[in-house]
């Protein structure tokens, strides 16, 4: 499949073949979903943490007599039923990570490349390198094109580009090896270099 490119000011820039096997399937959301869900559970931190009963700072002396009281047997003010007490089996630092092969991973990034082309939110940029990292420039060429909430992937992203890109908060740039599900999909456009859908297609063949 061919798909036309553009250079930064809008200007055509030719067109670029489209591997069929990586950007022209059937978006799975069921695929989508489950790697979506394997990086957002890989990056959770898991530092969740509460007291247990030998944690909480209380005394260990015998609260009162065990037997003549009338009410219930106690040992410390520490038990779980007394207010400031220890949790009982609460949360503790732990991975919420899972594992997901390779293979699934990669097909995963194909049906991500693909709901952009189906959805009409991919555009292909004959090259993104800058002489000058100049960020007023750059805000105005991304405003002229009407790229709102974007996702650049080069090959390499070029240095000034990435200095200018820093300081404007609707891009995003990645070079291709960094290129993930969750960032492809929350984006509103995928714009890839010439060069970058060659190395997507070297690396997810």
């Known amino acids: 499949m061919k798909a036309d490119a553009i250079k930064l000011d809008g200007k055509a820039a030719g067109s670029v073949e489209l591997d069929e ?3 022209g399937l059937e978006p799975r959301i069921d ?107 750059l805000a105005k060429q991304v405003g002229a094109l009407g790229w709102k909430r974007c996702l650049i992937i080069d090959a390499t992203v070029n240095e000034n580009f990435a200095v200018a890109a820093r300081n404007i908060t609707t891009i995003n740039a990645l070079p291709v090896m960094g290129a993930n599900v969750y960032d492809i999909l929350r984006s509103d456009t995928l714009v890839l270099t010439k060069a970058g859908v060659e190395a997507l297609e070297a690396r997810l063949k």
């Open 31 to 137: 695929i989508l979903h489950r790697v979506v869900r394997w990086q957002r559970n890989n990056a959770q931190a898991g530092t969740h943490k509460v007291k247990t009963r030998s944690e909480v700072k209380y005394s260990t002396k015998k609260i009162y007599r065990q037997k003549g009281t009338g009410g219930a047997r106690h040992g410390a003010r520490s038990a779980p039923i007394f207010r400031g007490g220890g949790i009982y089996k609460g949360p503790t630092p732990r991975s919420h990570g899972h594992e997901l092969t390779k293979k699934f991973r990669k097909l995963g990034l194909r049906h991500a490349l693909s709901a952009k082309v189906a959805a009409g939110e991919l555009v292909i940029v004959d090259s993104i390198d800058m002489k000058d990292a100049k960020t007023s420039a």
């Open 21 to 23: 096997a990586i950007f």
